[in-house]
């Protein structure tokens, strides 16, 4: 069995700050990792992806992720937040072996001025 | 390339009507296919995944089904529909590692 919790159901922050969205997981397998962007009644995009490659993986718009085994986390930052940003992230895993997915409750970031 | 159809991307029906959601791939052959939901405020549910024509796994017991009638298209589908069906609903296909989504359909039970 697989799943995975995202610890913050929203986070604030001012443009121009960091951005942390925490993201844990269990998973039986040897998991891949994915963290994805909803903007309002869009589809979802994908941010990165982690498959047993670099634990920090980069992904598009300046995030990036960094794969912790010994902690079952894969926390999603970005050094500076833009405007733009301000969406709902959902951290997945996936179950190798049988290859479906598992969503995180989704954290939404706004982003103020 | 590759490219997933979904549609309609809304849609208004009332309670004990039916439902149908088709969602379409171009560009690969035999992907794994999956439906999933998104009630308000919650993250996304796996409802049906296919990893073959006439190959349909349920993830959750509901009043909903799903068939695949073509190695490339994946229906969901409702006999009467319920107020709780309400939500968004997202096809999305995979075949390695790479999963693609469906743009969705907002589907309001009134």
């Known amino acids: 069995a697989q799943s995975v919790t995202q610890l913050d159901s929203h986070v604030s922050v001012s443009e121009g700050t960091p951005v942390l969205l925490r993201c844990n997981y269990s998973s039986s397998y040897s998991p891949s990792l994915f963290w994805y962007v909803q903007h309002p009644n869009k589809g979802l995009q994908l941010l990165l992806k982690y498959t047993s490659a670099a634990t920090l993986v980069k992904g598009i718009n300046g995030f990036e992720a960094e794969f912790k085994k010994s902690e079952t986390s894969f926390h999603l930052t970005k050094p500076s937040a833009h405007m733009s940003d301000a969406a709902e992230y959902f951290c997945?895993?996936?179950?190798?072996?049988?290859?479906?997915?598992?969503f995180g409750k989704g954290t939404m970031l706004l982003v103020s001025p | 390339s590759q490219t997933i159809h979904q549609w309609p991307a809304t849609l208004v029906q009332p309670v004990g009507s039916p439902l149908s959601l088709e969602c379409t791939v171009e560009g690969t052959s035999n992907p794994n296919l999956y439906w999933y939901r998104q009630a308000a405020g919650r993250g996304l549910q796996l409802l049906f995944y296919s990893v073959g024509i006439g190959q349909i796994s349920s993830e959750v017991p509901q009043n909903l089904s799903a068939s695949r009638p073509q190695d490339r298209q994946f229906i969901l589908s409702s006999k009467k529909l319920l107020l709780s069906d309400s939500g968004f609903y997202l096809c999305a296909w995979s075949r390695t590692e790479g999963y693609t989504f469906g743009s969705g359909t907002r589907l309001t039970v009134v």
């Open positions: 997945v895993v996936s179950d190798r072996r049988y290859s479906t997915l598992t």
